[in-house]
């Protein structure tokens, strides 16, 4: 029962490459997020997709792109890395329906030189 | 301002010391709290949910309550392997994004 898969597990990227995190469900669910997770900081929604086809920004979008490829699969992708986007990346998914709870994968490590 | 404060940001607790943790929130219209546990190098598993004030959830060493100000997870008799950091995350209004606390980190010691 895999849940929800992300890869790379660790990246290390210099300033101004681009890398695309990948994460796929296989829980039928219609919700997708990524979100950074810095020190201190909490959890932060990056974008959102409440549907295949449909993607909306969270609360820290600047610097990010996404693609809801599928109902399965919902990639992040980092244009020109930043070092102030190093972070730990998380994808979540969640059924329809009020008041459903996340499921999250195991996140990206992802350090910006 | 926070809309979802935590407290404490860390705690120890020795193994059979039971204690309780705090998730305080300033929004209204709550429609629902989860509680999420996550271990180092992993993501958050989800805990509890809870919809209305008195409400109570268990599980194993774990019972969360839900006051119409904040909600606590108490933790009775800890074991060491209790020792993650314990995250609460809540809906309000017409949204179905949650609003995560920042989290309590949770050691016990054998």
């Known amino acids: 029962n895999a849940g929800v898969t992300q890869t790379p597990k660790f990246q290390v990227l210099k300033t101004g490459q681009s890398m695309t995190l990948q994460c796929a469900q296989d829980?039928?669910?219609?919700?997708m997020y990524w979100y950074r997770q810095d020190p201190g900081m909490g959890l932060r929604l990056i974008y959102y997709?409440?549907?295949?086809?449909?993607?909306d920004k969270g609360e820290v979008p600047n610097g990010y792109n996404v693609s809801r490829l599928n109902k399965r699969e919902f990639s992040l992708r980092l244009e020109s890395a930043a070092p102030s986007q190093t972070s730990v990346y998380f994808c979540?998914?969640?059924?329809?329906?009020?008041?459903?709870?996340?499921?999250f994968g195991d996140g990206t490590r992802l350090s910006i030189l | 301002e926070d809309q979802v404060t935590q407290s404490p940001e860390a705690l120890r607790l020795q193994e059979g010391e039971s204690s309780s943790l705090n998730c305080s929130y300033t929004?209204?219209?709550?429609?629902?709290l989860f509680w999420y546990r996550q271990d180092p190098g992993k993501g958050p598993e989800f805990l509890f949910t809870?919809?209305?004030a008195g409400e109570e959830k268990e599980k194993e060493r774990l019972k969360a309550t839900l006051t119409k100000k904040e909600s606590f997870l108490h933790i009775t008799a800890p074991k060491p392997e209790d020792s993650a950091t314990y995250l609460c995350?809540?809906?309000?209004?017409?949204?179905?994004?949650?609003?995560f606390g920042r989290g309590t980190s949770l050691i016990v010691h054998p």
């Open positions: 979540a998914s969640s059924e329809d329906g009020v008041n459903q709870p996340q499921h």
């Open positions: 829980m039928n669910h219609n919700s």
């Open positions: 997709s409440a549907s295949e086809g449909t993607t």
């Open positions: 929004v209204s219209g709550l429609r629902g």
């Open positions: 809870l919809y209305s």
């Open positions: 995350a809540l809906l309000q209004g017409g949204s179905y994004i949650p609003t």
